[in-house]
């Protein structure tokens, strides 16, 4: 009786994905909801350690600042649950092919935006909801042309020593470009970026272990493929939690969900080849629709105020503030008429 279900599940149907590769995309959009949760919790730690060590995120974080970062809850528990969103995103690529599951994580951005507005007190404006719909209107297009083109294929030793020596370019590149920017004032865009590009690696290396694991094999070049995800994890991480360091919530998981899927899609696309069997239209669609999804995230970065920054800034540091519209002002000075003291912090965590 189990046999021929699974054999149902796993039947193509017209749209390009069997009913076995759609439960990919449910786990895809829990793991994109728990990554919104975990990156404000770790945004929240990562602020006050920076706070208290007076780096500002200058330099990058140290080894000092991450030691610190362990005795903090909000980040603990921020890793605990980034831990399982990376499950999830695993969980979800057993199931449905690269292209399909990577541009979910757009919707990340949208529940950041959502719980920022609402710690900051802000009703989301026009331009900020205009942002939203046109990011879910691009992402849901893209994902149903995947839908309609995508397919899991043979992944040769071909294609991953390709991955692994791009990947491995992509780092020494990234190592180069952290000597040259730390100490710029384009650093903290450029720990975004390079945060997005490994990450990107990171879905691509599961994609090839769980590929193979399927297919029961687990060889010599799959476990070079493991410890390039381990190297990918841990250096996309440090600069991502830097890029926490000397910016706002919503600009590290814009950034990320601009380039993280950009890099994993192109590189199914062009590396795995989960979509041959696209036709024009499709293609054109997989661009039309993804150009709508990047215009809708840059249009919500860019609708940030100064005023959003500083409020997220502060409430990640604790200090209590009655709404954006308080005005960010030295400690030493009194507190304005109508506001709380910006002094005045929630419970340490």
């Known amino acids: 009786m189990l046999a ?74 921020g890793t605990v649950l980034i831990g399982v969103a990376i499950l999830l995103q695993f969980g979800a690529l057993l199931f449905a092919p690269l292209v399909v599951v990577q541009p979910i994580g757009v919707i990340s951005l949208i529940v950041t935006t959502i719980i920022s507005a609402r710690q900051a007190r802000a009703r989301l404006r026009r331009s900020k909801v205009t942002a939203v719909i046109t990011s879910v209107v691009g992402v849901g297009g893209f994902v149903t042309a995947a839908a309609m083109a995508a397919t899991d294929t043979p992944i040769g030793p071909r294609e991953t020593v390709t991955v692994l020596i791009i990947a491995g370019a992509v780092v020494l590149l990234t190592a180069v470009a952290f000597l040259v920017f730390r100490r710029t004032s384009h650093r903290g865009m450029f720990y975004i970026l390079a945060g997005g590009v490994l990450y990107g690696f990171v879905a691509t290396f599961a994609k090839l272990i769980l590929t193979g694991l399927r297919e029961g094999r687990f060889d010599g070049l799959s476990l070079v493929c493991l410890a390039a995800l381990l190297v990918t994890v841990a250096v996309g991480g440090y600069f991502v939690q830097t890029a926490y360091a000397s910016g706002s919530t919503d600009m590290v998981i814009a950034g990320l969900t601009v380039v993280d899927p950009i890099v994993a899609v192109t590189i199914g696309i062009v590396v795995l080849h989960e979509t041959a069997a696209a036709t024009p239209v499709t293609l054109v669609l997989f661009v039309v629709f ?52 910006p002094g005045r912090r929630e419970t340490d965590t």
């Open 290 to 341: 993804g150009a709508i999804a990047i215009a809708g995230v840059f249009l919500l970065n860019s609708s940030q105020t100064a005023a959003e920054i500083a409020a997220a800034r502060r409430h990640a540091l604790g200090v209590k503030t009655g709404g954006i519209a308080a005005p960010v002002s030295d400690p030493a000075d009194p507190p304005t008429p109508g506001y709380p003291d």
């Open 4 to 77: 021929p279900t699974l054999a149902a599940l796993d039947a193509t149907l017209d749209i390009g994905l069997s009913p076995r590769q759609l439960i990919g995309i449910p786990i895809a959009v829990l793991g994109a909801v728990l990554m919104s949760v975990s990156a404000m919790l770790q945004h929240r730690g990562v602020s006050k350690v920076d706070a208290d060590s007076g780096a500002q995120g200058a330099e990058g974080l140290g080894m000092k600042q991450f030691l610190a970062l362990l005795r903090r809850p909000s980040w603990l528990f």
